[in-house]
């Protein structure tokens, strides 16, 4: 939505506060992603909500959700009908992020990772970060540390970890991507670059094990083997070579 059609809209604004209620789900005072709405709730909730924040706008639209999926197979979500005739759906719905005059680098897109080595690359865009959050699958939003989508449309996304899995994990073998030429603050970028750009070109160990992407990262060709659960979390990764 550019910003001359918006500012043909006109829709009530609500208070950050009163807007929150209906976008976000919080327990025990912490915000624990996009709140999701059966189609009774939401046909009965605004189809906008405008607020402002900090100076800026923001417009959320209400949108059906995907419908889950497992291993990586989209479920069915097709109305049950019970034996009296009764239609319930199984359809979910929450809020959307259409429209912000908020410049990019403010709302996430430009991302300095905590954790010292872990890349300071565009991985967390706000709408990717929504995505997620109203995707059902179980994460830790404070740990997440950048967000991307697969060539497939995969939603795949990496956190902070520990020396068994994810980030951390990666940078506990700085020395094996260093001996590749991959200076550690740059580990992360190229990992998520292999998963959104590269292309699966053989698979590490017995039968289709780990995956390794090629992929082309600041004008030299690398190999990276990198494991993905099910869910869309990043495991681990490794350079390697090939073939």
Same mark, same amino acid.
């Given at each position: ?77 097709? /109305?049950?009908?019970? #034996?009296? +005739? ?13 429209? @912000? $005059? ?72 700085? /020395?094996?991507?260093? #001996?590749? +030429? ?13 998963? @959104? $750009? ?46």
């Amino acid at each position: 939505m550019g910003e001359d059609e918006y500012k043909k809209i006109k829709e009530t604004v609500f208070t950050y506060k009163e807007a929150e209620k209906y976008i976000k789900c919080d327990i025990l005072g912490f915000n624990v992603g996009l709140k999701t709405y059966s189609s009774n709730e939401i046909s009965n909730l605004p189809k906008q909500i405008t607020y402002e924040k900090g100076g800026y706008i923001y417009t959320y639209v209400s949108t059906e959700n995907s419908p889950p999926t497992f291993n990586g197979v989209e479920l069915p979500n097709d /109305d049950i009908i019970t #034996k009296d +005739g009764q239609v319930i759906s199984t359809k979910t719905y929450g809020y959307k992020l259409v429209y @912000t $005059n908020e410049p990019k680098i403010s709302t996430g897109i430009v991302f300095v990772s905590p954790i010292e080595g872990a890349g300071k690359a565009s991985w967390k865009s706000a709408d990717l970060v929504d995505e997620l959050a109203s995707s059902g699958v179980k994460y830790s939003p404070d740990d997440v540390v950048a967000v991307a989508k697969t060539a497939d449309g995969k939603l795949v996304w990496l956190e902070n970890g520990n020396s068994k899995a994810r980030i951390q994990h990666i940078l506990d073998h700085a /020395d094996d991507f260093a #001996k590749k +030429g991959v200076q550690q603050d740059k580990i992360q970028d190229l990992v998520m670059e292999s998963l @959104t $750009n590269g292309k699966v070109v053989d698979y590490q160990g017995r039968g289709t094990g780990r995956p390794i992407y090629e992929v082309t990262f600041e004008g030299k060709t690398y190999h990276i083997a990198i494991t993905v659960g099910d869910n869309g979390y990043i495991v681990g990764a490794n350079p390697t070579t090939w073939p």
